[in-house]
């Protein structure tokens, strides 16, 4: 039998970052463990897109908070953990969505996210020149918007809690957690004793909470995109979503990441992908359609529920942080909160909104709902 202060289940950049932050408070006897490896599920394959364009406010005070840690991780704790501002825009011909993204902008300006930019046809095409704009409403602007590899900062952060004596097991599944006379029991390839548990295992919470009452809408998608040649070679690629019809482009290194978002359902297989890719850069970027793909990849992310994500605590000891998309992105921040709740520590931002056990109302993402392809 082990015993721990602490135990964080999941190996991701949350569960990381919850042990770095117990660490950095002063809790010593502190366990990470981990199924498979590290980021083994959807931080491995994120996107990384780290971005201010949301509509809930709580949303927006975390991207604020995450975009404040992204550009500051290297220096923080001497890694490479580049963040790359390639700024962030949004597309869409459809005036309700237009109307959207400038009600939603309009809220990241009341929280002090000032650098947000509502761009016409023309405003569009002076940004990207080689872009379709003629049918196109409004574009969502955010040039201090940007995107990371989150392996990068997962390794960062495994790195500075280890420096602090975090302990950390990999392949080391867990089966269930349980309550014995005022310890939390993790039943694993052993079984732990904790004064507290942070589960951030992704889909995965969601079977560990099963038993206490909380069934968790999440899953896990398969999500699939292509790495082109060298594209647009020292020009300037914002990171680009059109929401009518779910194109995406990212600059990766000299070429760029091609996908297609918010679809229902989703490319089946990369066969798919190129010809919806393929239809809808037709109609936006045609350029686009001239550039070699040199590699296809599957990501792993996590879905469901209206969009943001669960927290909260399960019962006195045992909490629960999970994402249904943009963990990277808010992942870090929220754990440090999470963490400066159990510790005792100032922070009193209200996660109400985000609670493990609320009605789930609409999708926060306003696009989703009125996409087609």
């Not at 993790?186 to 560990?208: F, I, M, S």
Request: include cysteine; charged fraction near 20%; aromatic fraction near 8%.
């Amino acid at each position: 039998m082990t015993n721990k202060r602490v135990v964080v289940i999941g190996g991701g950049i949350v569960g990381a970052a919850a042990a770095y932050y117990f660490a950095e408070a002063g809790w010593t006897d502190v366990l990470l463990v981990e199924a498979e490896h590290f980021g083994a599920g959807a931080t491995g394959g994120s996107f990384g897109g780290i971005r201010q364009q949301f509509a809930h406010p709580l949303e927006i005070e975390f991207s604020r908070r995450g975009l404040e840690f992204w550009k500051t991780a290297a220096e923080t704790f001497d890694a490479p953990c580049d963040f790359h501002q390639d700024g962030y825009l949004l597309l869409t011909s459809r005036p309700e969505v237009a109307e959207g993204l400038a009600n939603a902008a309009s809220t990241q300006r009341s929280l002090g996210m000032t650098d947000v930019e509502m761009l016409d046809a023309d405003g569009i095409s002076a940004l990207v020149p080689w872009l379709t704009t003629d049918d196109l409403v409004a574009g969502c602007w955010t040039p201090k918007d940007g995107h990371v590899l989150p392996m990068d900062g997962l390794t960062a952060l495994v790195k500075a809690a280890r420096l602090r004596d975090v302990e950390f097991r990999e392949r080391w599944p867990v089966a269930a957690i349980t309550k014995t006379e005022g310890l939390w029991q993790v039943h694993g390839p052993e079984t732990v004793d904790a004064e507290v548990v942070v589960v951030a295992a992704g889909a995965g919470t969601r079977q560990l909470l099963k038993p206490y009452g909380i069934d968790l809408d999440i899953r896990i998608v398969d999500h699939l995109a292509m790495l082109t040649e060298t594209a647009f070679p020292g020009e300037h690629v914002p990171m680009m979503i059109d929401l009518d019809s779910g194109l995406c482009v990212e600059r990766e290194g000299q070429g760029l990441v091609l996908a297609m978002l918010g679809r229902n359902p989703p490319p089946n297989d990369y066969m798919d992908l190129s010809e919806r890719f393929f239809q809808a850069a037709v109609q936006r970027a045609p350029v686009l359609t001239d550039i070699s793909v040199v590699k296809y990849f599957k990501a792993h992310p996590t879905i469901g529920g209206d969009g943001m994500p669960y927290v909260g605590e399960v019962e006195p000891g045992l909490w629960a942080i999970a994402f249904v998309g943009h963990g990277a992105m808010h992942g870090p921040p929220l754990a440090e909160t999470v963490v400066a709740k159990i510790t005792g520590l100032s922070d009193v931002v209200d996660l109400t909104p985000w609670d493990l056990r609320r009605t789930l109302g609409e999708p926060t993402v306003w696009w989703r709902k009125e996409a087609t392809g």
